[in-house]
C-alpha cells in the first residue's frame, strides 16, 4: 500500500494520467507503508494536515483555505494466476462555501473563498451532469473535479457526508448544502469495474521478497 496528499492550495502540482494509468498529482512523494502500521499512518496524517491551509475569518477562527484530499492506493497480486489488481481509497476534506458578506474576507482571504466557491460549483456542474446522464462530464474544469474523476466516472463508489449548521444565522448556507446533497443523491456512477491486469517483473519480485 502507498499513500500521497496534497492540497489544493499548493503551487506547482499539476493533476493528470500518471505513468499507471491513474488520475493523480505529479510532483507529490508517495510513501509505502504496511497497513497494520498504524503509527506511520498517523504520522503521514499529522503531516499533511500541518500542511493544510487555514485561516482567520468571521465565521471561523480556524477557516480551511483549501480542500484537502487523502489518496491511499492499494495493490494486490496473485503469483499462481499471474494478475494484480489495483484500487485506490480518496478521503476528501472540503472546503465550506462562503459568502462573502458573512464571512469578511479581504483580500488574500477573500481570493481563497472565491476559489474555493468556484470548484465546489465544479464538482456540482458534475454531479448534475451525472445525474441528468449526460454524454460530456465536465471533469477537468477544477483540479478538485479532475482529481476526483475516476471516483465519479463508473470506476469507483462514492460516499458522501454534508456537515450542517443548526444555527439560525447560517440557514442559507444549510439550504445549500441540503440542495446540493439532493442533487448528489440522485446520481447513480453504476457498477465499479475491478482492475484486473497481467503480473508484471517488478510485481513478480515483490512477491518473492515477501515469501522470504
Same mark, same amino acid.
Given at each position: 500500500s502507498s499513500s500521497s496528499s496534497s492540497s489544493s492550495a499548493t503551487s506547482g502540482l499539476d493533476i493528470r494520467v500518471l505513468k499507471d494509468g491513474?488520475?493523480?498529482?505529479?510532483?507529490?512523494?508517495?510513501?509505502e507503508v504496511d497497513p497494520s502500521d498504524e503509527e506511520t499512518i498517523d504520522n503521514i496524517m499529522?503531516? @499533511?494536515?500541518?500542511? *493544510?491551509?487555514?485561516?482567520?475569518?468571521?465565521? /471561523?477562527?480556524?477557516? +480551511?483555505?483549501?480542500?484537502?484530499? &487523502?489518496?491511499?492506493?492499494?495493490?494486490?497480486?496473485?503469483?499462481?494466476?499471474?494478475t494484480s489488481i489495483s484500487g485506490a481509497l480518496n478521503l476528501a476534506d472540503l472546503a465550506?462555501?462562503?459568502?462573502?458578506?458573512?464571512?469578511? @474576507?479581504?483580500?488574500? *482571504?477573500?481570493?481563497?473563498?472565491?476559489?474555493? /466557491?468556484?470548484?465546489? +460549483?465544479?464538482?456540482?456542474?458534475? &454531479?448534475?451532469?451525472?445525474?441528468n446522464k449526460n454524454s460530456h462530464i465536465p471533469y477537468r474544469n477544477?483540479?478538485?473535479t479532475h482529481l476526483l474523476s475516476p471516483c465519479l466516472s463508473g470506476d469507483g463508489k462514492t460516499l458522501m457526508m454534508v456537515n450542517l449548521s443548526p444555527t439560525?444565522?447560517?440557514?442559507?448556507?444549510?439550504l445549500c448544502s441540503l440542495r446540493f446533497a439532493k442533487?448528489?443523491?440522485?446520481?447513480?456512477?453504476?457498477?465499479p469495474k475491478k482492475q484486473f491486469r497481467d503480473m508484471d517483473a517488478k510485481d513478480t519480485n515483490k512477491t518473492k521478497k515477501s515469501k522470504k
Open positions: 491513474q488520475v493523480g498529482v505529479s510532483g507529490v512523494t508517495r510513501l499529522d503531516q @499533511a494536515a500541518r500542511h *493544510r491551509a487555514v485561516g482567520v475569518t468571521d465565521m /471561523n477562527a480556524q477557516s +480551511s483555505r483549501s480542500h484537502s484530499i &487523502f489518496t491511499l492506493h492499494l495493490k494486490g497480486s496473485n503469483k499462481e494466476l499471474n465550506g462555501s462562503e459568502r462573502l458578506d458573512r464571512s469578511g @474576507a479581504t483580500g488574500d *482571504r477573500m481570493k481563497e473563498t472565491q476559489a474555493i /466557491n468556484k470548484s465546489l +460549483s465544479c464538482l456540482t456542474d458534475v &454531479f448534475m451532469a451525472i445525474s477544477s483540479k478538485l439560525e444565522e447560517s440557514y442559507f448556507e444549510t442533487t448528489v443523491n440522485k446520481c447513480e456512477l453504476g457498477r
